[in-house]
C-alpha cells in the first residue's frame, strides 16, 4: 500500500467515531437525522431518575440517541407506548404524564394529574391511557391522543377516604383491574362506555396488596401481598370472578427480613407453566404452576428480590435485589431450577429490560450511572452507555405486549 | 430516653466531625434508597412524607425509633443493619430541619 492510499483509509478510519459521535449530540442536533423515515421497533427510553429526563437508545446499535428534558420528578417513574411504537407516555413520581414522540423527540403534550402517582397502563386498543395514583388515590383515565380527562375514579373505600392503588394492568375489552394498598381490595374498572365507566370490587382479598402482574394471556391476575405470606389470585375468565388466596404462608411462620425495597411484579415472571414470584423478605423466588397455582419449588438466590422477569422465551429467569445485595443479578435456568450465573454490572441495578426477543438484556445500575448491554447466552457485556442515575428501562416491543 | 437521645447526639456530633464523607453517603441513601418509598423529593409514596412540613409534629426519639427499628405492621424496615443509631438521628435531625440535597458532580 503506498504513503497515499494509507492516508486515505486513515481518513476514513478518522470519520468513523465522528460518526457514532453523532450519537450523543443534543436532539437539536439531530433535527436531520429525526427527520429522517425509520422505525421505532428498536428504540427504547431510559428514565433519568436524579435528571428528570428520558434518556432515547437504540436497541440495536446499543447507542444514546438523544435526552428529552422537561418531565419534572422521575424518582418512580413508569412508560407504556403507544400501539403504533412511536409515542412514549411517561407517569412521573409527581403525578405529570407526559406524552413523548420518540421520531420527533419532543414532549408533545403534559398534564399534571395528581400529587403523587406510581405508573400508568394503557388500553388494549391503545386509545386510553390510565394512570394510577397515591395521591388523591384512584386511578384517572386520558385520551391518549390528546391527554384529555376521560374519567376519574377515586378509590373510595369510606367516605372521604381514598385508598393508595398498586398494580394497575390493562385487559382486553377496554377494561383495567388495580389493587388497592389501604384497602385490601381489588377493583376492574370497563372502559368499553368511556362516559360510563362500570366498576367492579373484590374485597378483603388479602393484606396490603403491593403490585400485581397479569398473565400473558391476560387471565389471571395475581396481587402480591405484603401484609401476609401468599399472594391473591383471579381468574378473569371466570364468569364472577373471585380472588382467592395462593400460596398461603410461604413464609412458613419464619420472621421476615426487614424489606428495604417493595418487589415489583410488572414484568412478566411467568416461563412456559410456571410462574416466577418474589417472596418478601426472604432471599427466595418462588416458582408456582400455573395450571394448578401449588408452589412447585423454590429456589435460593444472593438476596430479596425485587424483579424477577423472565426472558421472552422462558428459558431463563433474571433476578435483581433490594439493598444491600444490588450491585448483583443472577440468572436461573427455568430447566434445571439453578442459578446459573450472579453478575456485578454496577452497583444499585434497579431495573432490566430484554430486548424484544431476548438475545440481550440492558441493566441500569443507578449509583455507576451506566446501562449494561448484556449477552443472554454468553452472558457477556456487548456495551456501557453513560446515562446519569438510570432507573427503569422501556423498549418499545412492550407496545404490543398486553400487561405492559 | 430524653438522656439516651443527647448521648446519641453527641455520638452523632461526633460523626459529623468525621467528615462529609459519610454524610453524603447518608444524603444520597435518603434520597435514593428511602426515596423509592418515600419519593425522592421526600413528598412521599407508599411511605409517608418526610418533608420538614409533614414532621413537624413528630418528636425526634419517635423518628430515631422509626429510622432505626422500623415500625410493625406497616412496610417500614428498621435500618438497623443499614445505620449506627447516632446516624438514624442524624438522619431525623436533618428530616425535620427539611433534608439536605444530594450534592451532584456536573456531568
Redesign the interface.
Known amino acids: 500500500m503506498n504513503r497515499l492510499d494509507r492516508r486515505h483509509l486513515l481518513g476514513w478510519a478518522g470519520a468513523a467515531p465522528a460518526a457514532a459521535l453523532l450519537g450523543t449530540l443534543p436532539a437539536a442536533a439531530q433535527a436531520a437525522t429525526a427527520a429522517s423515515p425509520t422505525g421505532t421497533g428498536d428504540l427504547g427510553v431510559v428514565i433519568e431518575?436524579?435528571r428528570g429526563t428520558l434518556a432515547l437508545v437504540n436497541t440495536s446499535s446499543r447507542t444514546l440517541l438523544a435526552e428529552i428534558e422537561g418531565l419534572g420528578?422521575l424518582?418512580?417513574a413508569s412508560v407504556v407506548f403507544s400501539r403504533d411504537a412511536g409515542t412514549a407516555y411517561v407517569f412521573g413520581?409527581?403525578g405529570g404524564l407526559s406524552k413523548v414522540n420518540l421520531l420527533s423527540r419532543r414532549v408533545e403534550a403534559r398534564v399534571m394529574q395528581a400529587?403523587?402517582s406510581?405508573g400508568g397502563s394503557i388500553s388494549q386498543d391503545g386509545s386510553l391511557v390510565v394512570a394510577q395514583n397515591?395521591?388523591p388515590g384512584g386511578i384517572k383515565v386520558f385520551d391518549a391522543k390528546t391527554l384529555e380527562l376521560v374519567a376519574d375514579i377515586p378509590a373510595e373505600v369510606a367516605p372521604g377516604k381514598l385508598s393508595?392503588v398498586?398494580g394497575l394492568r390493562d385487559l382486553p375489552g377496554q377494561r383495567f383491574i388495580f389493587s388497592l394498598?389501604d384497602a385490601d381490595a381489588i377493583w376492574m374498572v370497563d372502559l368499553s362506555d368511556r362516559s360510563k365507566p362500570r366498576v367492579s370490587k373484590l374485597e378483603g382479598i388479602g393484606r396490603?396488596p403491593?403490585d400485581a402482574l397479569i398473565t400473558p394471556d391476560g387471565r389471571h391476575y395475581i396481587a402480591g401481598l405484603?401484609g401476609e405470606d401468599g399472594l391473591a389470585l383471579v381468574d378473569l375468565w371466570d364468569e364472577v370472578p373471585t380472588a382467592r388466596r395462593i400460596l398461603g404462608g410461604y413464609g412458613r411462620g419464619e420472621q421476615a427480613l426487614?424489606?428495604?425495597?417493595?418487589p415489583h411484579l410488572k414484568g412478566w415472571a411467568v416461563a412456559g407453566r410456571h410462574a416466577w414470584l418474589p417472596a418478601i423478605g426472604r432471599h427466595e423466588v418462588l416458582v408456582v404452576d400455573t395450571a394448578t397455582w401449588q408452589e412447585v419449588g423454590r429456589v435460593a438466590v444472593a438476596g430479596q428480590p425485587v424483579f424477577v422477569m423472565a426472558r421472552p422465551d422462558g428459558r431463563q429467569v433474571w433476578v435483581n435485589f433490594a439493598?444491600?445485595d444490588y450491585h448483583l443479578v443472577q440468572v436461573i435456568d427455568t430447566v434445571s431450577r439453578q442459578v446459573i450465573k450472579t453478575l456485578e454490572p454496577g452497583k444499585?441495578v434497579l431495573h432490566m429490560e430484554f430486548t424484544p426477543r431476548g438475545e440481550a438484556v440492558w441493566i441500569s445500575s443507578?449509583?455507576a450511572n451506566r446501562v449494561s448491554v448484556i449477552d443472554t447466552q454468553g452472558f457477556e457485556t456487548l456495551a456501557r452507555l453513560d446515562i446519569?442515575?438510570p432507573s427503569g428501562v422501556f423498549f418499545t416491543s412492550r407496545a404490543a405486549r398486553l400487561g405492559f | 430516653m430524653r438522656a439516651l437521645l443527647l448521648g446519641l447526639a453527641a455520638m452523632a456530633s461526633a460523626a459529623h466531625a468525621q467528615g462529609g464523607g459519610r454524610e453524603q453517603a447518608l444524603v444520597r441513601m435518603v434520597r435514593q434508597d428511602c426515596g423509592s418509598c418515600h419519593g425522592m423529593q421526600l413528598t412521599g409514596g407508599l411511605g409517608p412524607p418526610l418533608t420538614r412540613e409533614a414532621l413537624a409534629d413528630k418528636p425526634l426519639d419517635s423518628l430515631v425509633a422509626t429510622i432505626y427499628q422500623g415500625r410493625p405492621g406497616t412496610p417500614m424496615p428498621g435500618w438497623r443493619g443499614m445505620l449506627s443509631e447516632a446516624e438514624a438521628v442524624w438522619i431525623a435531625e436533618q428530616l425535620v430541619n427539611g433534608f439536605p440535597q444530594e450534592r451532584r458532580a456536573a456531568r
Open positions: 431518575r436524579a420528578d424518582s418512580h413520581r409527581d400529587g403523587n406510581i397515591y395521591t393508595r398498586v394498598f396490603q403491593y405484603f426487614p424489606v428495604y425495597k417493595m439493598l444491600p444499585a443507578r449509583d446519569d442515575a
